[in-house]
């Protein structure tokens, strides 16, 4: 069984490589577009997905920030819904999920 301090720093860790993934894609996203007409295209097509890869990455930063302030509130690992105990296994594959398995499910 992991620890609230061992998922902190787990949750920290993610959150400082999500950080420097959005600065990264900030920067390419700020780099001027070519003059071809063929090579805008193409980097028309790689800024749309770099643009969903950052939303994806604040979404995920929300996320391990909420978890971060269960973990200091001292709610950390019980279902914000229904109050049970969520499954370490779950906990493993998504150490910032608020909910049980159970209500992830009904919230769909």
Same mark, same amino acid.
């Given at each position: 069984m992991i620890s609230?301090? !061992?998922?902190k720093a787990q949750l920290v860790a993610r959150l400082g490589d999500l950080k420097a993934r959005l600065?990264?894609?900030g920067k !390419?996203?700020?780099e001027p577009q070519s003059k071809d007409w063929e090579d805008m295209a193409t980097e028309q097509e790689g800024e749309e997905v770099l643009i969903g890869m950052g939303e994806a990455g604040e979404h995920e930063i929300r996320?391990? !920030?909420a978890a971060l302030g269960r973990i200091e509130a001292g709610e950390y690992g019980f279902c914000?819904?229904?109050g049970t105990a969520i499954a370490e296994a779950r906990l493993d594959l998504l150490p910032w999920t608020p909910l049980c398995r159970d209500c992830a499910a009904e919230a769909g």
């Open positions: 609230a301090i !061992e998922r600065d990264r894609i !390419e996203l700020s996320q391990i !920030e914000a819904r229904c």
